[in-house]
């Protein structure tokens, strides 16, 4: 670990992770001089589904977007010994997350979150992981988990648990309107390629859910009526990397009221 740096940084062999001293991100993780990703925030929400939108969803779970967008930077504890600590408290005074990160001698880096709910009366979060983005140039997936199509913890019976693989702009599905999509679930790991990038592979200490997504996952957000469109989703900027422990389920009993929401154990 370098305390020289303006910006706290774990390095070994060809890889480099710097973490951004203003807000407790990931500034770039890179191997080989380029980099591979960037972000790591704590992440509990979800573009709305079309079951979301009709449970009312987009109302009483508003918090966690407010817990996912709105932190504040509590402390960096840099450790000589090759770790580095973020911690943040989330928004609202709903909770605390921290963030460790530890570098072996050959460049992989363990990552453990930590989050910590302190309101009693928060509703059930959509998700529970973290936030990064990708560069373009990492166009090419491969999993071990459920595929080849999209599956969510309720909708996975018919997603075969495999080795699959295809291009990261293949990865959402064309609802009708934008909403979350490209979940992936009981995932083992995954592996991001591209021409003349090294490889990026995301391995879980337990079966993750995952999104890998072309495009900013902000374009899946809620829009007015009529304003947003499949057909305008296409692979532009930096790509998606979202790193759940959990996704809720996407429910669907109704799509008109609370009904709709995943049954209890999902």
């Known amino acids: 670990?370098?305390?020289?740096?303006?910006?706290?940084?774990?390095?070994?062999?060809?890889?480099?992770?710097?973490?951004?001293?203003?807000?407790?991100?990931?500034?770039?993780?890179?191997?080989?001089?380029?980099?591979?990703?960037?972000?790591?925030?704590?992440?509990?929400?979800?573009?709305?589904?079309?079951?979301?939108?009709?449970?009312?969803?987009?109302?009483?779970?508003?918090?966690?977007?407010?817990?996912?967008?709105?932190?504040?930077?509590?402390?960096?504890?840099?450790?000589?010994?090759?770790?580095?600590?973020?911690?943040?408290?989330?928004?609202?005074?709903?909770?605390?997350?921290?963030?460790?990160?530890?570098?072996?001698?050959?460049?992989?880096?363990?990552?453990?979150?930590?989050?910590?709910?302190?309101k009693e009366d928060l509703p059930d979060p959509l998700r529970i992981g973290m936030a990064f983005t990708i560069p373009a140039a990492l166009d090419q997936l491969e999993w071990f988990g459920r595929g080849p199509q999209e599956s969510y913890v309720d909708r996975k019976t018919g997603?075969?648990?495999?080795?699959?693989?295809?291009?990261?702009?293949?990865?959402?599905?064309?609802?009708?309107?934008?909403?979350?999509?490209?979940?992936?679930t009981d995932l083992r790991w995954l592996r991001l390629s591209g021409a003349d990038m090294p490889d990026l592979r995301v391995t879980g200490a337990a079966p993750l859910a995952v999104n890998v997504l072309a495009f900013p996952y902000q374009d899946l957000m809620m829009q007015p009526v009529g304003k947003?469109?499949?057909?305008?989703?296409?692979?532009?900027?930096?790509?998606t990397l979202l790193i759940d422990a959990k996704q809720a389920g996407v429910g669907g009993n109704t799509g008109w009221s609370t009904a709709g929401r995943p049954l209890p154990r999902y």
């Open 1 to 118: 670990a370098s305390e020289r740096s303006e910006q706290p940084q774990l390095a070994a062999r060809d890889a480099v992770l710097t973490i951004d001293r203003s807000t407790g991100l990931v500034a770039g993780y890179s191997r080989a001089g380029q980099v591979l990703l960037r972000g790591g925030a704590p992440n509990f929400f979800r573009a709305m589904t079309d079951n979301d939108i009709g449970a009312g969803v987009d109302s009483s779970h508003q918090v966690w977007r407010d817990l996912s967008e709105k932190r504040t930077l509590r402390s960096i504890i840099v450790d000589p010994a090759g770790a580095v600590t973020v911690r943040h408290a989330l928004g609202a005074g709903g909770g605390w997350f921290e963030t460790r990160y530890v570098m072996a001698v050959d460049g992989q880096v363990e990552v453990t979150a930590t989050f910590t709910p302190v």
């Open 159 to 184: 997603a075969a648990l495999g080795l699959w693989h295809g291009a990261v702009a293949e990865q959402h599905h064309d609802y009708t309107r934008p909403q979350e999509t490209g979940g992936k």
């Open 228 to 239: 947003a469109h499949s057909s305008d989703i296409r692979p532009h900027g930096e790509g």
